[in-house]
């Protein structure tokens, strides 16, 4: 008896349970919103009329995937603040953003960014498809096709992530970039076959002039593999050095996109004695300093000139930056590209993610570079002879000096 009762009352509970919650969906339809974490009111009483209005007169049913429609609600939420580096990416384009570009892919090799809300090419990749078919820093692309995959899709409010999948693809098929460049008239079309990307770090190269030898070092992404690569080539320049005729060092920053924060860090502290690098203002107020890492200094008393332009971006810009204005350097070339803030990625249990802006990057002087650049102390114009590199002779002949 006792046992018939417990079950009873167990189940007018669960009835009651029930009730509760279908009153509270109810409740949360109609109500004018829901309050966030910090007080704020968010009105999604609209959101479900749409719906609901969809569901009854939308042609394709199909189409009405509860789970797609979600997660297009929250990437409307999140591009509504108008930054084109706080997207929310489903799990498909997720997975493709968390790959390491640092590796091999099947690709034209091109960094991507944004110029005015644009899609926009950051800088091509050294030795790349899209560098031999003369694309160019600044570069905007308008729209991406490819034929054998039914890709016929303009770029506009495009995601970055999403913008990388439809590039990418198979080593040898071919894609098409409908682009435009500041100075042209019109717009053209620039097909790229997809090949095997690698990015290299750094590489190091000898020029000899008036009876000197210039370390010519081309930085080109700053990778995980240069807190190893970069000791290397120092120690390279140091014993080249010592054989005498030294002239100096040209520090190539030409079309380098960024990366890791800590890497720039690490190059800056060969040339610099003491001092902040680099400060990140975060969201909340705080402030971090990256200060110049003791025990390194091994180039201190070398003339250095650095080479930028408009792929000059992120953590490169932070670079040349600091050497400027510790006046341990001429930038010699373009206005770089002006990429100053800090991104975080957050994973969720569904394999979606959040990329969201939590900080930014001040140079020493307090500048911040964020859609500003850094301008040269002497510009040069690349030229139109791709056989002439007018910016790189600059530099030899400013560091001879």
Same mark, same amino acid.
């Given at each position: ?35 966030t974490s910090n007080g704020d009111k968010l009105n999604l009483s609209l959101m479900w009329q749409v719906k609901?209005?969809?569901?009854? /007169?939308?042609l394709e049913k199909d189409k009405l995937v509860d789970k797609n429609m979600e997660y297009g609600a929250i990437?409307? /939420? ?35 960014? *944004?110029?005015?809300?644009n899609l926009a090419v950051v800088s091509p990749v050294a030795k790349s498809p899209a560098e031999k078919a ?44 409908? /682009? *435009? ?5 019109? *717009? ?94 975060? *969201? ?11 025990? /390194? ?105």
């Open positions: 008896m006792m046992k018939f009762k417990y079950i009873r009352n167990l189940v007018v509970l669960l009835a009651l349970l029930s009730v509760v919650s279908l009153v509270s969906f109810k409740i949360g339809r109609d109500s004018s919103g829901v309050v609901d209005k969809l569901n009854q /007169m939308f990437q409307g /939420m999140v591009a509504s603040l108008g930054d084109p580096y706080t997207v929310f990416l489903p799990p498909t384009d997720n997975k493709s953003a968390n790959e390491d570009l640092a590796g091999e892919f099947g690709g034209v090799g091109i960094s991507l960014g *944004y110029k005015d809300k003369g694309v160019k820093a600044g570069d905007l692309i308008l729209k991406i096709t490819d034929k054998a995959n039914n890709i016929d899709k303009e770029t506009t409010d495009m995601s970055l992530s999403e913008a990388v999948s439809l590039i990418r693809g198979k080593i040898g098929t071919e894609v098409t970039l409908k /682009m *435009y460049r500041e100075g042209k008239s019109d *717009y053209f079309d620039v097909v790229l076959k997809r090949d095997n990307i690698v990015v290299p770090s750094i590489e190091l190269e000898w020029k000899e002039q008036g009876g000197k030898k210039v370390a010519w070092v081309k930085l080109y992404k700053f990778t995980d593999t240069l807190f190893t690569d970069w000791p290397a080539k120092v120690e390279e320049i140091k014993q080249e050095k010592a054989k005498g005729n030294f002239g100096g060092i040209i520090l190539d920053l030409r079309n380098n996109p960024g990366g890791y924060l800590q890497a720039s860090v690490l190059v800056a502290s060969d040339f610099v004695k003491s001092g902040t690098i680099v400060t990140q203002k975060s *969201y909340d107020g705080s402030e971090e300093k990256y200060d110049v890492i003791e025990g /390194m200094g091994n180039l201190l008393d070398e003339k250095l000139v650095v080479l930028i332009n408009g792929g000059s971006a992120s953590a490169s810009e932070i670079l040349a930056g600091a050497l400027k204005d510790f006046n341990r350097a001429k930038l010699v070339g373009e206005k770089s590209f002006g990429k100053g803030t800090v991104q975080q990625p957050e994973d969720f249990k569904d394999g979606s993610g959040l990329h969201i802006t939590i900080a930014k990057w001040l140079l020493p002087n307090g500048a911040n570079i964020h859609k500003v650049g850094i301008e040269p102390d002497i510009e040069v114009k690349p030229g139109d002879d791709a056989n002439v590199d007018l910016q790189l002779n600059k530099a030899l002949e400013t560091v001879l000096k």
